[in-house]
């Protein structure tokens, strides 16, 4: 048995993931945290972390970068391994997760599910090719009205991964309303919508001569997420200090 303290118990994912380890014999959810202490969860739920007394052995969190310091603060003094799935996190914080990682584990990731994280792998394989062939590369992600980073935690993550397979030194272009240019060689272009309901869409785009290949991935609930976190806190149970991401999860 698993024992996780929710952070961020009382938004969306806290919810969704509150729901899913009452059907799940393995993992118990012993403890919250959020700021806002409305609702009925089946556990104690403290508006201040520190104020937490709660024996666990990992924390979840699904809150935002705001909340993040304090959380690396709490599970280092505590010694508490801890699933960050906050997404945008500043340099200084990404920063601060690595050298926390050196004295508890960590598990972060820009998203939890498994078919991103198998994209991950399959990015890994093909961007090389297709950008020796020629191929510009461009990557488009949609999400809710309600979402407030852009662009999303998993579209860097997959510009990441292609830029890694790439020698690192590809540039990442957001706006392009200023330029009055050709498209550079050296370039992923990623673009953010913000509209409705929309859970999350990302499609990673190479654009070739006379050819497209797209690689996409569509979420139409947030309990592939929650499926995901709840994974990553069974695996880190137990394990040594160190920096670990969903790929480590899934093998």
Do not use: W
């Amino acid at each position: 048995m698993v024992k996780v303290i929710m952070h961020g118990c009382n938004g969306r994912m806290g919810q969704v993931i509150t729901d899913l380890a009452k059907e799940d014999a393995d993992i118990e959810i012993v403890a919250g945290i959020d700021v806002i202490d409305n609702k009925d969860n089946g556990y104690p739920v403290f508006t201040d972390i520190n104020a937490c007394d709660v024996e666990a052995d990992v924390v979840i969190d699904f809150t935002n970068s705001k909340a993040v310091d304090n959380l690396l603060a709490y599970c280092e003094e505590k010694k508490l391994p801890v699933v960050l799935c906050s997404t945008g996190l500043s340099e200084e914080q990404v920063e601060k997760v690595s050298k926390v990682s050196s004295n508890i584990p960590v598990l972060r990731s820009g998203n939890m599910s498994v078919g991103i994280n198998t994209l991950i792998k399959i990015l890994e394989t093909v961007s090389k090719p297709l950008k020796e062939a020629g191929f510009d590369i461009e990557i488009v992600e949609k999400h809710h009205n309600q979402k407030l980073d852009a662009p999303s935690g998993t579209a860097m993550m997959l510009a990441d991964a292609v830029n890694n397979e790439l020698g690192g030194d590809m540039e990442y272009v957001y706006d392009r309303s200023s330029r009055r240019s050709i498209r550079p060689e050296k370039e992923i272009g990623i673009s953010a919508v913000r509209g409705g309901t929309i859970v999350g869409d990302h499609d990673v785009i190479f654009a070739g001569k006379d050819e497209v290949v797209q690689i996409t991935h569509r979420a139409y609930s947030r309990a592939i997420f929650a499926k995901g976190a709840l994974s990553a806190a069974k695996f880190l149970k137990g394990k040594t200090s160190g920096l670990y991401n969903m790929s480590d999860v899934i093998g």
